[in-house]
């Protein structure tokens, strides 16, 4: 199965920034579709953002101009670079990788275990 590992969240106040990094392992032979989604309290999990391995990106209206997703393909890495964060960027932040061709086959939509990031007013 296809590991994902999340790092990066933390504690921020209003309007300050955090980058959350997602590496993907697992003898992994493509990538095409990378995303993050996150799970405020209470709250189903939504799309944040998505890239695909050619640097097409998917960003959700709630954090436009706000969020950058990118990617490190060499390092199947995905980046999300959070500004001008708000304390309803509350949430656990999940990485995903819904298809990724691997030397044991085809492993589909895997998870990372999360990273909190918390947004104090």
């Known amino acids: 199965q296809l590991q994902l590992v999340e790092s990066g969240g933390g504690l921020v106040q209003t309007g300050g920034s955090l980058r959350l990094s997602c590496v993907a392992s697992?003898?992994?032979?493509?990538?095409?579709?990378m995303a993050w989604y996150r799970q405020a309290p209470g709250k189903g999990r939504e799309l944040v953002a998505r890239?695909?391995?050619?640097?097409?990106?998917d960003v959700a209206d709630s954090v436009k101009g706000r969020f950058t997703i990118s990617r490190d393909n060499a390092k199947n890495t995905v980046y999300l670079q959070m500004n001008s964060l708000k304390p309803e960027d509350t949430a656990v932040y999940y990485c995903?990788?819904?298809?990724?061709?691997?030397?044991?086959?085809?492993?589909?939509?895997?998870w990372g275990q999360g990273t909190q990031v918390t947004v104090s007013s």
């Open positions: 995903n990788v819904p298809r990724a061709a691997t030397q044991r086959g085809v492993d589909f939509d895997s």
């Open positions: 697992g003898r992994i032979l493509s990538i095409n579709l």
């Open positions: 890239i695909t391995s050619g640097g097409s990106t």
